[in-house]
């Protein structure tokens, strides 16, 4: 297998190139591109020995994607080049992906929602929050501030019972 460390760090290197588009620009960083672009050619050419070739297609995607980027900064300028800046930076991260499918990882798993809350969770809020304005209104009417408290712990109690 091509060393994951090298395709990790090219990867990362282009990765963050992508993050600053303006830079496309500048001389410097269009030849550490090229370097960058030459390191893919090695590795996707490395990838073809494995099974599969899910990896070596995507690592030769992200260098044909990165080619054209550069010809189009160099040839026709910035605003062409940022015209392929979400097709390259795509083609990166399908190459990473495929790395992390060729090494057995799974890509990580999006975020689970929060799970609902049970039936009585919320039957115990409502009958809280219902008890507790009944214990609120009796104690305001009856001038009674233990009931009052009691109707707004109750209250809060059904705020704990189901959080908002």
């Known amino acids: 297998m091509p060393a994951t460390g090298e395709i990790d760090r090219t990867l990362s290197q282009l990765e963050a190139l992508a993050l600053e588009p303006s830079?496309?620009?500048?001389?410097?960083t269009l030849a550490t591109l090229r370097r960058l672009q030459h390191r893919l050619h090695r590795a996707s050419e490395d990838a073809y020995a494995l099974?599969?070739?899910?990896?070596?297609?995507?690592?030769?995607?992200?260098?044909?994607?990165?080619?054209?980027l550069v010809d189009a900064a160099v040839a026709e300028g910035l605003d062409a080049a940022a015209l392929r800046l979400h097709a390259w930076r795509g083609a990166l991260d399908r190459a990473r992906l495929a790395r992390l499918r060729a090494e057995g990882a799974s890509p990580p798993k999006p975020a689970r929602a929060p799970e609902r809350p049970r039936l009585h969770a919320t039957s115990i809020a409502v009958v809280?929050?219902?008890a507790g304005a009944a214990l609120l209104a009796a104690g305001a009417g009856l001038d009674e501030w233990p009931l009052w408290a009691a109707g707004i712990l109750a209250v809060c109690g059904s705020l704990l019972a189901y959080p908002p």
């Open 23 to 28: 830079g496309l620009g500048d001389e410097e």
């Open 51 to 68: 099974p599969g070739r899910e990896l070596a297609v995507a690592l030769a995607a992200a260098r044909d994607a990165t080619a054209e």
């Open 128 to 130: 809280l929050a219902l």
